[in-house]
């Protein structure tokens, strides 16, 4: 057994004397994702990196109590587990091909991605028109309301217009308004982040998992 | 420097679906700047959601302030809502990068910053290691701590230091509890030289605890030796965090059995180590208190 594989295997008998979820567990687990990543069998293919997180949920979840280090050594165990996933990847990516458009098409002898060939454009979002509004609207008056202490022109409402899409530099803000920037942005995050939060999520603006 | 960043970055794999979502953000944005900086920054906390989700430490995104469309115009934000405890802050940097960017309106409301380094070509991630606390704008690289001091940061947060009775007759017999390391196990190589650490008496192997001071990390070692005479001669070192020095104005007190202050030090920022020397008989209780602003931590001792 060579001496990373004997260091492997201590370190999951040092993880599995630990309940899930606690410290030290967290630390050896570390540790082996660490040492066995460059030991991975590899492949070039899209879905690889798909088939090695699939591996490591396999391995923290069930390294204790399935993996018997009298069958192999940590690497070998985890590179089987991996093969297989990258065969059901494949196999799933072949009955996708069965019953869809291929996504590579040949061009002039040279494959090509259909996906990847649509060229990736960003979509205009009139969300930043929309905070924009209503911040100028300021319907309750609050946003202009709230500023930095002694400083009533230094207000959320003109912060959130000025930092809206990272516009101007925390660096010219400061400069402009004598506020050093620690102040500026811990402000910003108090008072203005806070109700941009609750805006986004009055209006619905959070993302799905 | 304790280790290089090359011996403790930890190789995480960059999935399909979190291109996509990361393609997906950045295409919401109005110009090139955002575009990528959302792409990163949604790619570096997808990286670690997910290992945080092998560590089985639940976080949420939807919670996350990166989630929520209206801060992502507004704020560089790459923060992760550890559940319990707060928003981790995950920031991306690429191949060869030797520093990282902390805007300043990710300064406050952060239990950590971890920083992610995308290999894009390669589709992996590095999480390079974390640093507790940013005050700044620029964060180089070889500052940051290890993953696993990482994991032990967030634990520190959930489970408030136990503040269990240390008996020191039972370590003189060698029966020292799970809850204490060893000094080498918890300082750097240059804090362990002989011209600092051991200028006085303690060893690699002194026993000694991590505490942490709202995101500080400084370090309580105690030596317990018998005496002829059946006393025991106890020394105390407080060390500071493996990246400088104990705050200023960190009180390293000893108290005696109600509770009175009997001895106390303050931190000036300068000192290599904090130390206080006591004798105490059989039965004898004191603790050590370690106070920074309003954070007091405890230990109790028992001879």
């Given at each position: ?209 | ?19 996509q979502t990361a393609q997906e953000f950045a295409n919401q944005q109005p ?273």
């Open positions: 057994m060579s001496e990373l594989d004997q260091q492997l295997r201590e370190l999951v008998i040092a993880a599995c004397k630990h309940p899930p979820g606690s410290a030290p567990r967290q630390r050896n687990l570390t540790r082996v994702i660490r040492l066995v990543s460059p030991k991975l069998w590899h492949e070039n293919v899209p879905y690889y990196q798909d088939a090695v997180q699939q591996t490591w949920v396999y391995f923290c979840r069930h390294i204790c109590g399935n993996y018997n280090p009298e069958l192999g050594s940590v690497p070998t165990w985890l590179n089987a587990f991996l093969k297989f996933r990258l065969l059901d990847f494949r196999n799933a990516t072949q009955n996708d091909a069965i019953t869809r458009v291929p996504s590579q098409i040949e061009r002039d002898g040279e494959v090509i991605d259909r996906i990847e060939a649509i060229p990736a454009k960003p979509v205009a979002d009139p969300l930043w028109e929309a905070v924009e509004a209503w911040a100028r609207a300021d319907v309750t008056g609050e946003l202009k309301s709230l500023h930095i202490k002694g400083h009533p022109e230094v207000n959320a409402q003109m912060l959130i217009l000025r930092r809206l899409l990272s516009e101007t530099k925390w660096k010219d803000l400061a400069d402009e308004f004598g506020v050093g920037i620690p102040a500026l942005s811990s402000f910003y995050q108090r008072q203005c982040m806070l109700r941009l939060r609750n805006f986004g999520k009055s209006e619905g603006y959070i993302d799905s998992n | 420097m304790t280790q290089s960043i090359d011996d403790f970055a930890l190789p995480l794999p960059i999935t399909q679906i979190i291109r110009n090139p700047q955002k575009l990528e900086q959302v792409r990163l920054n949604t790619l570096a906390v997808l990286v670690v959601h997910n290992y945080l989700q092998l560590m089985e430490i639940p976080s949420s995104l939807t919670a996350s302030d990166s989630w929520n469309r209206v801060l992502r115009l507004c704020a560089d934000v790459a923060d992760l809502q550890v559940l319990g405890l707060g928003r981790l802050e995950c920031r991306p940097v690429l191949p060869n990068q030797t520093l990282c960017r902390v805007p300043p309106e990710t300064w406050s409301d952060r239990i950590g910053y971890v920083v992610v380094e995308l290999d894009e070509a390669a589709e992996t991630a590095q999480l390079l290691g974390f640093v507790p606390r940013a005050t700044t704008e620029t964060l180089l690289l070889n500052q940051l701590r290890s993953p696993e001091e990482l994991l032990d940061h967030l634990a520190a947060l959930r489970h408030p230091q136990p503040s269990l009775v240390a008996n020191l007759s039972q370590w003189i017999q060698g029966a020292i509890d799970e809850s204490w390391q060893t000094l080498e196990e918890l300082l750097n190589p240059a804090q362990l030289s002989p011209a600092i650490a051991f200028r006085g008496r303690l060893g690699t192997q002194t026993p000694s605890k991590r505490i942490d001071l709202n995101g500080v990390a400084a370090v309580l070692a105690v030596d317990a030796r018998p005496l002829a005479d059946e006393s025991t001669d106890i020394c105390l070192q407080l060390h500071p965090p493996i990246d400088g020095f104990l705050p200023i104005g960190t009180r390293f007190s000893v108290l005696n059995e109600v509770g009175e202050v009997e001895l106390e030090t303050t931190a000036t920022g300068t000192e290599d180590f904090l130390e206080w020397q006591v004798e105490c008989t059989s039965g004898d209780r004191f603790s050590v208190q370690v106070s920074l602003n309003e954070v007091h931590i405890t230990q109790d001792f028992i001879i």
